[in-house]
């Protein structure tokens, strides 16, 4: 059973810094590897994927200022987000596209809220 689990959410000033940790468990091997975001109201978003090989996307919103890693051993990735702004409060979800043997689908996690204040 494939399960991912969020953590490093919670509250900082402008200009701040979080980490954001998605560990996926399961003996079962993943490849893309993405965070989004959503706030009420609004449809959730793109924020950034990593594919297995360790090649990083970011949404225009977000490149420069947040980093995205993987560790395939661990079966995890960690968002670094760094020059906060209150427009990044949103909850995050990680998404992991996971499976083998021709059954692959996307797990998502359970969210994690981020909230920046000005």
């Known amino acids: 059973q494939v399960q991912l689990v969020e953590s490093g959410g919670g509250s900082v000033q402008a200009g701040g810094s979080l980490r954001l940790s998605c560990a996926v468990s399961?003996?079962?091997?993943?490849?893309?590897m993405s965070w989004y975001r959503q706030v009420p109201g609004k449809e959730r978003e793109f924020v950034s994927i990593?594919?297995?090989?360790?090649?990083?996307t970011y949404a225009d919103s977000v490149k420069g200022r947040f980093t995205l890693s993987r560790d395939n051993l661990k079966n995890a990735m960690s968002l670094h987000m760094n020059s906060l702004k209150p427009e990044d409060t949103a909850m995050y979800y990680c998404?992991?596209?996971?499976?083998?043997?021709?059954?692959?689908?996307?797990?998502w996690g359970q969210g994690t809220q981020v909230t920046v204040s000005s």
């Open positions: 399961g003996n079962t091997p993943c490849y893309d």
């Open positions: 998404k992991a596209r996971c499976g083998m043997y021709g059954l692959v689908r996307d797990y």
């Open positions: 990593i594919d297995r090989g360790g090649t990083p």
